[in-house]
Protein backbone atom coordinates (compact mmCIF):
# COMPACT_ATOMS: atom_id res chain seq x y z
CA UNK A 1 0.00 0.00 0.00
CA UNK A 2 2.96 2.53 0.54
CA UNK A 3 3.86 2.82 -2.90
CA UNK A 4 0.58 4.08 -3.97
CA UNK A 5 0.67 7.07 -1.11
CA UNK A 6 4.43 7.54 -1.85
CA UNK A 7 3.52 8.21 -5.90
CA UNK A 8 0.45 10.49 -5.02
CA UNK A 9 2.40 12.36 -2.83
CA UNK A 10 1.01 10.92 0.47
CA UNK A 11 -2.43 11.28 2.31
CA UNK A 12 -3.42 13.27 4.23
CA UNK A 13 -4.47 16.06 3.34
CA UNK A 14 -7.40 17.33 0.92
CA UNK A 15 -5.53 18.11 -2.35
CA UNK A 16 -4.06 14.95 -2.15
CA UNK A 17 -7.62 12.63 -1.55
CA UNK A 18 -8.50 13.07 -5.40
CA UNK A 19 -5.43 11.89 -6.54
CA UNK A 20 -5.28 9.00 -4.02
CA UNK A 21 -8.61 8.20 -5.17
CA UNK A 22 -7.39 8.11 -8.83
CA UNK A 23 -4.37 6.29 -8.09
CA UNK A 24 -5.85 4.36 -6.06
CA UNK A 25 -8.92 2.96 -8.53
CA UNK A 26 -6.19 2.52 -11.51
CA UNK A 27 -4.70 0.26 -9.59
CA UNK A 28 -7.82 -1.90 -8.81
CA UNK A 29 -8.75 -1.29 -12.29
CA UNK A 30 -5.28 -2.75 -13.63
CA UNK A 31 -5.49 -5.50 -11.34
CA UNK A 32 -9.00 -6.21 -12.06
CA UNK A 33 -7.91 -6.93 -15.88
CA UNK A 34 -5.57 -9.39 -15.41
CA UNK A 35 -7.12 -11.25 -12.32
CA UNK A 36 -10.94 -10.61 -13.16
CA UNK A 37 -11.75 -13.75 -11.82
CA UNK A 38 -10.45 -13.84 -8.42
CA UNK A 39 -10.93 -10.29 -7.44
CA UNK A 40 -13.76 -8.39 -6.66
CA UNK A 41 -14.44 -5.92 -9.72
CA UNK A 42 -12.91 -2.09 -8.43
CA UNK A 43 -15.31 0.82 -6.93
CA UNK A 44 -15.03 4.30 -8.55
CA UNK A 45 -15.42 7.45 -6.35
CA UNK A 46 -18.18 9.54 -7.59
CA UNK A 47 -15.44 12.24 -8.47
CA UNK A 48 -13.94 10.65 -11.43
CA UNK A 49 -17.84 9.03 -12.21
CA UNK A 50 -18.61 12.71 -12.57
CA UNK A 51 -15.64 13.27 -14.93
CA UNK A 52 -16.20 10.33 -16.75
CA UNK A 53 -20.12 10.94 -17.77
CA UNK A 54 -19.29 14.15 -19.11
CA UNK A 55 -16.90 12.75 -21.56
CA UNK A 56 -18.75 9.26 -22.37
CA UNK A 57 -22.61 9.67 -21.20
CA UNK A 58 -23.29 6.15 -21.26
CA UNK A 59 -19.91 5.01 -20.00
CA UNK A 60 -21.87 3.07 -17.11
CA UNK A 61 -23.85 1.22 -18.96
CA UNK A 62 -20.75 0.50 -21.68
CA UNK A 63 -18.08 -0.12 -18.95
CA UNK A 64 -20.35 -2.08 -16.29
CA UNK A 65 -18.50 0.14 -13.79
CA UNK A 66 -20.03 -0.01 -10.26
CA UNK A 67 -19.93 2.83 -8.17
CA UNK A 68 -20.01 3.99 -4.49
CA UNK A 69 -23.29 4.21 -3.04
CA UNK A 70 -24.81 7.03 -3.93
CA UNK A 71 -28.74 8.25 -4.02
CA UNK A 72 -28.88 7.80 -8.45
CA UNK A 73 -31.07 5.35 -9.52
CA UNK A 74 -28.91 3.84 -11.83
CA UNK A 75 -26.87 2.56 -8.49
CA UNK A 76 -26.03 -1.09 -8.83
CA UNK A 77 -25.86 -3.67 -6.09
CA UNK A 78 -21.86 -4.05 -6.23
CA UNK A 79 -22.11 -7.09 -4.34
CA UNK A 80 -24.19 -8.96 -7.21
CA UNK A 81 -22.25 -7.57 -10.12
CA UNK A 82 -21.17 -9.83 -12.17
CA UNK A 83 -19.22 -8.61 -16.46
CA UNK A 84 -22.63 -8.84 -18.61
CA UNK A 85 -21.22 -11.85 -20.62
CA UNK A 86 -21.09 -14.02 -17.53
CA UNK A 87 -24.66 -12.66 -15.93
CA UNK A 88 -27.53 -14.33 -17.70
CA UNK A 89 -29.69 -12.85 -16.29
CA UNK A 90 -28.90 -9.53 -18.40
CA UNK A 91 -28.78 -11.04 -22.21
CA UNK A 92 -31.49 -10.99 -23.49
CA UNK A 93 -32.19 -14.62 -24.36
CA UNK A 94 -35.19 -15.74 -26.62
CA UNK A 95 -34.71 -19.18 -25.61
CA UNK A 96 -35.99 -20.00 -22.27
CA UNK A 97 -33.19 -22.75 -21.66
CA UNK A 98 -31.19 -21.53 -18.61
CA UNK A 99 -27.58 -20.99 -19.33
CA UNK A 100 -25.70 -22.48 -16.27
CA UNK A 101 -21.95 -22.48 -17.61
CA UNK A 102 -20.03 -19.43 -18.12
CA UNK A 103 -19.06 -20.86 -21.64
CA UNK A 104 -22.33 -21.59 -23.31
CA UNK A 105 -23.49 -17.56 -21.57
CA UNK A 106 -20.27 -16.77 -23.93
CA UNK A 107 -21.68 -18.62 -27.37
CA UNK A 108 -24.87 -17.54 -26.82
CA UNK A 109 -24.23 -13.70 -26.23
CA UNK A 110 -22.79 -13.15 -30.09
CA UNK A 111 -25.52 -15.10 -31.53
CA UNK A 112 -28.39 -13.29 -29.31
CA UNK A 113 -26.86 -9.95 -30.50
CA UNK A 114 -27.89 -11.12 -33.69
CA UNK A 115 -31.56 -11.55 -32.89
CA UNK A 116 -31.57 -8.04 -31.99
CA UNK A 117 -33.83 -5.31 -33.89
CA UNK A 118 -32.23 -2.97 -35.77
CA UNK A 119 -33.19 0.63 -34.28
CA UNK A 120 -35.20 2.49 -36.37
CA UNK A 121 -33.76 5.87 -35.48
CA UNK A 122 -30.17 6.25 -34.35
CA UNK A 123 -27.74 8.59 -32.53
CA UNK A 124 -24.69 9.71 -34.76
CA UNK A 125 -22.21 11.03 -31.82
CA UNK A 126 -19.13 12.94 -32.20
CA UNK A 127 -15.95 12.70 -30.97
CA UNK A 128 -16.96 16.28 -29.70
CA UNK A 129 -20.26 15.02 -27.82
CA UNK A 130 -22.32 16.53 -30.24
CA UNK A 131 -25.51 13.89 -31.11
CA UNK A 132 -27.80 13.56 -33.83
CA UNK A 133 -30.96 11.88 -34.21
CA UNK A 134 -31.25 10.02 -38.20
CA UNK A 135 -33.46 7.77 -39.52
CA UNK A 136 -31.86 4.27 -40.07
CA UNK A 137 -31.68 4.75 -44.03
CA UNK A 138 -30.22 8.03 -43.65
CA UNK A 139 -26.82 6.31 -41.16
CA UNK A 140 -27.27 3.96 -43.50
CA UNK A 141 -25.42 5.77 -45.79
CA UNK A 142 -22.54 4.73 -44.51
CA UNK A 143 -21.15 1.23 -44.92
CA UNK A 144 -19.22 1.04 -42.11
CA UNK A 145 -22.08 2.56 -40.02
CA UNK A 146 -24.96 -0.05 -41.95
CA UNK A 147 -22.13 -2.74 -41.06
CA UNK A 148 -22.14 -2.17 -37.57
CA UNK A 149 -26.31 -2.12 -37.36
CA UNK A 150 -26.85 -5.52 -39.32
CA UNK A 151 -24.16 -6.79 -37.29
CA UNK A 152 -26.21 -6.01 -34.14
CA UNK A 153 -23.60 -4.29 -32.31
CA UNK A 154 -25.75 -0.91 -32.28
CA UNK A 155 -28.62 -0.45 -29.64
CA UNK A 156 -29.22 3.46 -30.29
CA UNK A 157 -25.90 5.44 -30.46
CA UNK A 158 -23.12 5.13 -32.64
CA UNK A 159 -19.66 6.79 -31.10
CA UNK A 160 -17.81 7.94 -34.13
CA UNK A 161 -14.96 8.68 -32.07
CA UNK A 162 -13.00 10.13 -35.16
CA UNK A 163 -15.24 12.90 -36.45
CA UNK A 164 -16.22 16.33 -35.26
CA UNK A 165 -19.51 17.72 -34.48
CA UNK A 166 -19.12 20.22 -37.20
CA UNK A 167 -17.82 17.95 -39.96
CA UNK A 168 -20.31 15.44 -38.96
CA UNK A 169 -23.39 17.73 -39.38
CA UNK A 170 -22.12 18.43 -43.57
CA UNK A 171 -21.77 14.79 -43.68
CA UNK A 172 -25.55 13.97 -41.90
CA UNK A 173 -27.38 16.80 -44.06
CA UNK A 174 -25.72 15.37 -47.50
CA UNK A 175 -27.09 12.16 -46.55
CA UNK A 176 -30.29 13.55 -45.74
CA UNK A 177 -30.46 15.13 -48.92
CA UNK A 178 -29.24 11.80 -51.40
CA UNK A 179 -32.32 9.94 -49.03
CA UNK A 180 -34.60 12.52 -50.41
CA UNK A 181 -33.59 11.47 -54.21
CA UNK A 182 -34.92 13.14 -57.07
CA UNK A 183 -33.79 13.68 -60.54
CA UNK A 184 -30.14 13.35 -61.70
CA UNK A 185 -29.80 16.96 -62.73
CA UNK A 186 -31.29 18.29 -59.57
CA UNK A 187 -29.02 16.28 -57.21
CA UNK A 188 -26.09 17.25 -59.29
CA UNK A 189 -26.78 20.82 -59.17
CA UNK A 190 -27.28 20.42 -55.29
CA UNK A 191 -23.91 18.27 -54.33
CA UNK A 192 -22.67 21.47 -56.89
CA UNK A 193 -23.73 24.04 -53.70
CA UNK A 194 -22.97 21.64 -51.20
CA UNK A 195 -19.21 21.93 -52.56
CA UNK A 196 -18.98 25.12 -52.85
CA UNK A 197 -20.72 26.22 -49.50
CA UNK A 198 -18.40 23.58 -47.70
CA UNK A 199 -15.19 24.88 -49.41
CA UNK A 200 -13.37 25.46 -46.09
CA UNK A 201 -14.29 22.30 -44.26
CA UNK A 202 -13.56 19.98 -47.64
CA UNK A 203 -10.36 18.27 -46.38
CA UNK A 204 -11.96 17.61 -42.86
CA UNK A 205 -15.37 15.82 -44.78
CA UNK A 206 -13.35 14.10 -47.08
CA UNK A 207 -11.30 12.50 -44.44
CA UNK A 208 -14.88 11.88 -42.41
CA UNK A 209 -16.45 10.21 -45.72
CA UNK A 210 -13.47 7.82 -46.10
CA UNK A 211 -13.70 6.93 -42.41
CA UNK A 212 -17.21 6.40 -43.01
CA UNK A 213 -16.59 4.36 -45.71
CA UNK A 214 -19.66 6.63 -47.95
CA UNK A 215 -18.19 6.53 -51.41
CA UNK A 216 -20.47 8.99 -53.06
CA UNK A 217 -19.43 12.24 -50.79
CA UNK A 218 -15.88 10.78 -50.43
CA UNK A 219 -15.56 10.99 -54.52
CA UNK A 220 -17.65 14.28 -54.25
CA UNK A 221 -14.94 15.79 -52.04
CA UNK A 222 -12.22 14.27 -53.70
CA UNK A 223 -13.01 15.36 -56.95
CA UNK A 224 -13.93 19.13 -55.66
CA UNK A 225 -10.46 18.82 -53.74
CA UNK A 226 -8.64 17.61 -57.40
CA UNK A 227 -10.81 20.81 -58.91
CA UNK A 228 -8.76 23.18 -56.28
CA UNK A 229 -5.61 21.96 -56.44
CA UNK A 230 -5.25 21.42 -60.29
CA UNK A 231 -2.98 24.18 -61.71
CA UNK A 232 -1.83 24.99 -58.52
CA UNK A 233 1.79 25.97 -57.89
CA UNK A 234 3.49 23.44 -55.33
CA UNK A 235 3.57 26.00 -52.80
CA UNK A 236 0.11 27.08 -53.09
CA UNK A 237 -1.02 23.43 -52.70
CA UNK A 238 1.14 23.30 -49.40
CA UNK A 239 -0.93 25.95 -48.00
CA UNK A 240 -3.70 24.81 -48.65
CA UNK A 241 -3.30 21.50 -46.95
CA UNK A 242 -1.04 22.95 -44.51
CA UNK A 243 1.35 20.46 -45.63
CA UNK A 244 5.38 21.23 -44.66
CA UNK A 245 7.87 20.12 -47.44
CA UNK A 246 9.74 17.59 -45.47
CA UNK A 247 11.99 16.41 -49.12
CA UNK A 248 15.44 17.51 -48.59
CA UNK A 249 17.29 18.82 -51.43
CA UNK A 250 18.81 15.96 -52.08
CA UNK A 251 15.68 13.62 -52.10
CA UNK A 252 14.43 16.79 -55.12
CA UNK A 253 17.19 15.96 -57.42
CA UNK A 254 16.55 12.33 -57.19
CA UNK A 255 13.18 12.68 -57.94
CA UNK A 256 13.90 14.85 -61.02
CA UNK A 257 16.44 12.80 -62.18
CA UNK A 258 14.03 9.77 -62.29
CA UNK A 259 11.85 11.55 -64.32
CA UNK A 260 14.71 12.83 -66.53
CA UNK A 261 16.40 9.81 -68.18
CA UNK A 262 13.09 9.51 -70.94
CA UNK A 263 13.98 12.59 -72.17
CA UNK A 264 17.87 12.23 -72.80
CA UNK B 1 -8.66 15.77 -34.80
CA UNK B 2 -6.73 18.45 -32.96
CA UNK B 3 -5.90 21.48 -34.76
CA UNK B 4 -2.27 20.38 -35.83
CA UNK B 5 -3.53 17.80 -38.86
CA UNK B 6 -1.03 16.06 -40.46
CA UNK B 7 -2.26 16.00 -44.02
CA UNK B 8 0.68 14.27 -45.78
CA UNK B 9 -0.29 11.59 -43.55
CA UNK B 10 -3.60 11.87 -44.98
CA UNK B 11 -4.38 8.14 -45.81
CA UNK B 12 -2.93 7.16 -49.12
CA UNK B 13 -6.60 5.95 -50.59
CA UNK B 14 -7.38 9.90 -50.29
CA UNK B 15 -4.33 11.36 -51.75
CA UNK B 16 -4.95 8.50 -54.44
CA UNK B 17 -8.23 9.09 -54.95
CA UNK B 18 -7.57 12.77 -55.41
CA UNK B 19 -4.56 12.12 -57.91
CA UNK B 20 -6.70 10.26 -60.05
CA UNK B 21 -8.77 13.16 -60.81
CA UNK B 22 -5.62 15.38 -61.93
CA UNK B 23 -4.08 15.87 -65.11
CA UNK B 24 -0.93 14.81 -66.14
CA UNK B 25 0.60 18.30 -65.80
CA UNK B 26 0.07 18.45 -62.26
CA UNK B 27 0.86 15.11 -61.60
CA UNK B 28 4.38 15.24 -63.17
CA UNK B 29 5.58 18.72 -62.12
CA UNK B 30 3.29 19.61 -58.94
CA UNK B 31 2.30 16.98 -57.18
CA UNK B 32 5.67 14.59 -56.80
CA UNK B 33 7.31 17.69 -55.28
CA UNK B 34 4.63 18.24 -52.23
CA UNK B 35 6.09 16.25 -49.69
CA UNK B 36 7.41 13.15 -49.28
CA UNK B 37 4.01 10.82 -48.55
CA UNK B 38 2.59 12.84 -51.56
CA UNK B 39 5.91 11.63 -53.60
CA UNK B 40 5.23 7.89 -52.52
CA UNK B 41 1.31 7.95 -53.75
CA UNK B 42 2.27 9.53 -57.07
CA UNK B 43 4.28 6.16 -58.04
CA UNK B 44 1.01 4.46 -57.80
CA UNK B 45 -0.12 2.95 -60.77
CA UNK B 46 -3.96 3.73 -60.11
CA UNK B 47 -3.19 7.61 -60.49
CA UNK B 48 -2.22 6.59 -64.13
CA UNK B 49 -4.91 4.80 -65.07
CA UNK B 50 -6.02 7.59 -67.76
CA UNK B 51 -3.47 8.85 -69.61
CA UNK B 52 -4.77 11.88 -71.14
CA UNK B 53 -2.32 14.28 -73.07
CA UNK B 54 -5.33 15.33 -75.27
CA UNK B 55 -5.66 19.01 -73.34
CA UNK B 56 -1.31 19.83 -73.07
CA UNK B 57 0.33 21.76 -75.17
CA UNK B 58 3.62 19.82 -76.77
CA UNK B 59 4.78 22.93 -78.61
CA UNK B 60 7.89 24.29 -78.01
CA UNK B 61 6.95 27.46 -76.64
CA UNK B 62 3.92 26.58 -74.48
CA UNK B 63 4.04 27.17 -70.91
CA UNK B 64 3.45 23.85 -70.25
CA UNK B 65 6.61 22.93 -72.07
CA UNK B 66 8.34 25.73 -70.53
CA UNK B 67 7.39 24.58 -67.03
CA UNK B 68 8.61 21.09 -67.77
CA UNK B 69 11.53 22.17 -69.20
CA UNK B 70 12.47 24.74 -65.86
CA UNK B 71 11.04 22.11 -63.20
CA UNK B 72 13.45 19.26 -64.81
CA UNK B 73 16.13 21.53 -65.64
CA UNK B 74 15.97 19.65 -68.67
CA UNK B 75 17.91 21.06 -72.26
CA UNK B 76 15.42 19.55 -74.58
CA UNK B 77 11.48 18.40 -74.14
CA UNK B 78 10.01 16.15 -76.23
CA UNK B 79 6.44 14.37 -76.89
CA UNK B 80 7.78 11.02 -76.79
CA UNK B 81 9.90 11.57 -74.08
CA UNK B 82 6.92 12.85 -72.39
CA UNK B 83 4.78 10.03 -73.12
CA UNK B 84 7.43 7.27 -72.44
CA UNK B 85 7.41 8.98 -68.78
CA UNK B 86 3.93 8.51 -68.16
CA UNK B 87 3.31 4.69 -69.89
CA UNK B 88 5.82 4.34 -67.21
CA UNK B 89 4.22 5.31 -64.75
CA UNK B 90 1.23 3.00 -65.50
CA UNK B 91 3.11 0.04 -64.78
CA UNK B 92 0.84 -1.30 -67.34
CA UNK B 93 -2.18 -0.49 -65.86
CA UNK B 94 -3.16 2.06 -67.55
CA UNK B 95 -7.02 1.95 -69.63
CA UNK B 96 -7.33 4.68 -71.32
CA UNK B 97 -4.89 6.90 -73.75
CA UNK B 98 -5.91 10.09 -75.52
CA UNK B 99 -2.97 11.49 -77.47
CA UNK B 100 -3.28 15.42 -78.62
CA UNK B 101 -5.30 15.64 -81.57
CA UNK B 102 -3.34 18.29 -83.63
CA UNK B 103 0.67 17.72 -82.87
CA UNK B 104 0.81 14.36 -84.63
CA UNK B 105 2.85 11.59 -82.92
CA UNK B 106 5.12 9.38 -84.69
CA UNK B 107 4.73 5.21 -85.16
CA UNK B 108 7.05 4.43 -82.77
CA UNK B 109 5.65 6.47 -79.96
CA UNK B 110 2.40 4.67 -80.82
CA UNK B 111 4.05 1.26 -80.66
CA UNK B 112 6.04 2.31 -77.27
CA UNK B 113 2.24 2.25 -76.19
CA UNK B 114 0.80 -0.48 -77.56
CA UNK B 115 4.09 -2.60 -76.02
CA UNK B 116 4.00 -0.21 -72.65
CA UNK B 117 -0.02 -0.64 -72.25
CA UNK B 118 -1.20 -3.35 -73.31
CA UNK B 119 -4.60 -3.41 -71.22
CA UNK B 120 -5.76 0.03 -72.99
CA UNK B 121 -9.68 0.00 -73.46
CA UNK B 122 -9.65 3.48 -75.24
CA UNK B 123 -7.48 4.89 -77.21
CA UNK B 124 -7.91 8.14 -78.86
CA UNK B 125 -5.42 8.28 -82.16
CA UNK B 126 -3.61 10.64 -83.24
CA UNK B 127 -3.26 12.34 -86.99
CA UNK B 128 -0.95 9.89 -88.73
CA UNK B 129 1.54 10.16 -91.62
CA UNK B 130 0.02 8.69 -94.51
CA UNK B 131 2.84 5.94 -94.81
CA UNK B 132 2.36 5.22 -90.91
CA UNK B 133 -1.48 5.10 -91.36
CA UNK B 134 -1.00 1.14 -92.71
CA UNK B 135 0.47 0.12 -89.21
CA UNK B 136 -2.98 0.47 -87.74
CA UNK B 137 -3.98 -2.63 -87.92
CA UNK B 138 -1.02 -4.01 -86.26
CA UNK B 139 -1.08 -1.63 -83.52
CA UNK B 140 -4.99 -2.55 -82.67
CA UNK B 141 -4.14 -6.38 -82.74
CA UNK B 142 -2.24 -5.77 -79.58
CA UNK B 143 -5.14 -3.97 -77.62
CA UNK B 144 -6.54 -7.07 -76.54
CA UNK B 145 -9.20 -5.11 -73.97
CA UNK B 146 -9.78 -2.77 -76.60
CA UNK B 147 -13.04 -1.21 -76.27
CA UNK B 148 -13.47 2.34 -77.65
CA UNK B 149 -10.94 3.67 -80.77
CA UNK B 150 -11.19 7.12 -82.02
CA UNK B 151 -9.98 7.87 -85.37
CA UNK B 152 -9.13 11.62 -86.73
CA UNK B 153 -9.75 10.12 -90.33
CA UNK B 154 -10.53 7.01 -92.41
CA UNK B 155 -7.45 5.50 -93.11
CA UNK B 156 -6.45 3.65 -96.24
CA UNK B 157 -6.55 0.22 -94.35
CA UNK B 158 -10.01 0.36 -92.71
CA UNK B 159 -11.13 -2.85 -93.73
CA UNK B 160 -7.79 -4.61 -92.21
CA UNK B 161 -8.43 -2.91 -89.11
CA UNK B 162 -11.72 -3.86 -89.02
CA UNK B 163 -10.73 -7.36 -89.43
CA UNK B 164 -8.01 -7.20 -86.67
CA UNK B 165 -10.40 -5.60 -84.23
CA UNK B 166 -12.83 -8.18 -84.78
CA UNK B 167 -10.06 -10.78 -84.21
CA UNK B 168 -8.44 -9.41 -80.90
CA UNK B 169 -10.79 -7.12 -79.34
CA UNK B 170 -13.26 -9.62 -77.64
CA UNK B 171 -15.09 -7.01 -75.76
CA UNK B 172 -14.76 -3.72 -78.50
CA UNK B 173 -17.80 -1.58 -77.85
CA UNK B 174 -17.01 1.69 -80.02
CA UNK B 175 -15.80 3.42 -82.51
CA UNK B 176 -15.93 7.11 -83.27
CA UNK B 177 -14.57 7.64 -87.06
CA UNK B 178 -14.68 10.97 -90.04
CA UNK B 179 -14.40 9.69 -93.00
CA UNK B 180 -16.06 8.74 -96.15
CA UNK B 181 -18.47 5.86 -95.39
CA UNK B 182 -18.48 3.68 -98.93
CA UNK B 183 -20.50 0.39 -98.72
CA UNK B 184 -17.59 -1.71 -98.43
CA UNK B 185 -17.06 -0.16 -94.86
CA UNK B 186 -20.55 -0.74 -94.19
CA UNK B 187 -20.60 -4.11 -94.44
CA UNK B 188 -17.51 -4.56 -92.88
CA UNK B 189 -18.65 -3.23 -89.63
CA UNK B 190 -21.96 -5.38 -89.49
CA UNK B 191 -20.43 -8.32 -90.63
CA UNK B 192 -17.75 -8.20 -88.11
CA UNK B 193 -18.64 -5.69 -85.53
CA UNK B 194 -22.14 -6.73 -84.77
CA UNK B 195 -22.24 -6.20 -81.33
CA UNK B 196 -20.78 -2.33 -81.33
CA UNK B 197 -22.64 -0.34 -78.88
CA UNK B 198 -21.37 3.16 -80.12
CA UNK B 199 -21.15 4.64 -83.28
CA UNK B 200 -19.82 7.86 -84.19
CA UNK B 201 -19.49 9.23 -87.49
CA UNK B 202 -20.17 13.05 -87.48
CA UNK B 203 -19.09 15.12 -90.22
CA UNK B 204 -18.94 11.98 -92.19
CA UNK B 205 -19.48 11.12 -95.86
CA UNK B 206 -22.59 8.69 -95.21
CA UNK B 207 -24.93 7.93 -97.99
CA UNK B 208 -28.41 7.12 -96.64
CA UNK B 209 -28.10 3.24 -97.90
CA UNK B 210 -25.18 2.89 -95.51
CA UNK B 211 -26.80 4.33 -93.09
CA UNK B 212 -29.84 2.01 -92.80
CA UNK B 213 -27.46 -0.86 -93.49
CA UNK B 214 -25.30 -0.44 -90.43
CA UNK B 215 -29.15 0.71 -87.80
CA UNK B 216 -29.98 -2.98 -89.19
CA UNK B 217 -27.33 -4.82 -88.69
CA UNK B 218 -26.00 -3.95 -85.96
CA UNK B 219 -28.83 -4.10 -83.51
CA UNK B 220 -27.01 -3.74 -80.26
CA UNK B 221 -26.10 -0.09 -81.14
CA UNK B 222 -27.15 2.35 -77.90
CA UNK B 223 -25.67 5.22 -79.51
CA UNK B 224 -25.29 6.77 -82.80
CA UNK B 225 -23.93 9.90 -83.47
CA UNK B 226 -24.72 11.19 -87.25
CA UNK B 227 -24.53 14.84 -87.01
CA UNK B 228 -23.46 17.18 -89.57
CA UNK B 229 -23.09 14.82 -92.30
CA UNK B 230 -23.59 14.53 -95.99
CA UNK B 231 -25.53 11.69 -97.73
CA UNK B 232 -29.11 11.77 -95.83
CA UNK B 233 -31.78 13.28 -94.47
CA UNK B 234 -33.96 12.32 -91.50
CA UNK B 235 -36.92 10.93 -93.03
CA UNK B 236 -39.55 9.33 -91.98
CA UNK B 237 -37.52 5.69 -92.83
CA UNK B 238 -33.98 6.75 -91.06
CA UNK B 239 -35.78 8.01 -87.95
CA UNK B 240 -37.98 5.08 -87.74
CA UNK B 241 -35.01 2.03 -88.17
CA UNK B 242 -33.40 4.49 -85.27
CA UNK B 243 -36.55 3.34 -82.82
CA UNK B 244 -34.54 1.22 -81.27
CA UNK B 245 -31.64 2.90 -80.72
CA UNK B 246 -31.67 4.83 -77.41
CA UNK B 247 -29.45 8.06 -78.60
CA UNK B 248 -29.86 9.01 -81.94
CA UNK B 249 -27.99 12.00 -82.96
CA UNK B 250 -28.13 13.15 -86.72
CA UNK B 251 -28.73 17.33 -86.63
CA UNK B 252 -27.09 19.44 -89.09
CA UNK B 253 -27.18 16.52 -91.64
CA UNK B 254 -28.10 16.97 -95.36
CA UNK B 255 -28.46 15.10 -98.49
CA UNK B 256 -25.83 17.55 -100.20
CA UNK B 257 -23.53 19.85 -98.68
CA UNK B 258 -23.52 23.51 -99.40
CA UNK B 259 -22.38 23.72 -102.94
CA UNK B 260 -24.66 21.37 -104.06
CA UNK B 261 -23.19 17.98 -104.78
CA UNK B 262 -22.49 15.50 -102.63
CA UNK B 263 -20.23 14.49 -103.99
CA UNK B 264 -17.14 12.46 -102.92
CA UNK B 265 -14.68 13.40 -105.25
CA UNK B 266 -12.75 9.70 -105.38
CA UNK B 267 -16.03 8.03 -106.38
CA UNK B 268 -17.32 8.87 -109.61
CA UNK B 269 -20.25 6.88 -109.04
CA UNK B 270 -21.67 8.24 -106.38
CA UNK B 271 -21.78 12.08 -108.35
CA UNK B 272 -25.30 13.13 -108.87
CA UNK B 273 -26.11 15.67 -111.29
CA UNK B 274 -28.00 17.85 -109.97
Given at each position: MRWRHRACGGGGGSSTDAGADQCWALGMLLRALFDSKRRKAPMVSASIRETV??????????????????????????????????????????????????????????????????????????????????????????????????????????????????????????????????????????????????????????????YLNSQPLFDLCCQAVADTISNMTVEDVREYFGIENDLTPEEERRIRDVNRWVFD | MENNKRWEEMDMDCLVNIFQRLGLEDLTIGVPFVCKSWYRASLDPLCWRVLDLEPLDFMPWSKFTKRFLIHYSLNHFSFTGFMRLVAMRSHGSAIELRFPLLFGASMHDLFYASSECPGLKKVVMPNLLLEDEAHIPELVAKWKELELLEIQSKPACFLEMVAQISLNCKNFAGLRMLGSIKKDDALAIVKLLPKLKYLCFDKSYLPKEQLLMIMDGCKELERLSVKDCIGFEADEEVVKKALGIKIFQCEGSKLFDDSGYDTDECDPLYVHVI
Open positions: AVRRPDSEAKYEVPVWPSSSPNHRDFANWRPIWTDPSRLELKNSSTMSSEESAIEAAPETSKKVEPPKVVVLQSYDGEEFEVDLVVASQSETIKNMIEDGCVERSVPLPNVEGPVLSKVVRYWKRRVEGGKEEELKQWDKEFVEAEKQQLLEIMVAAH | -
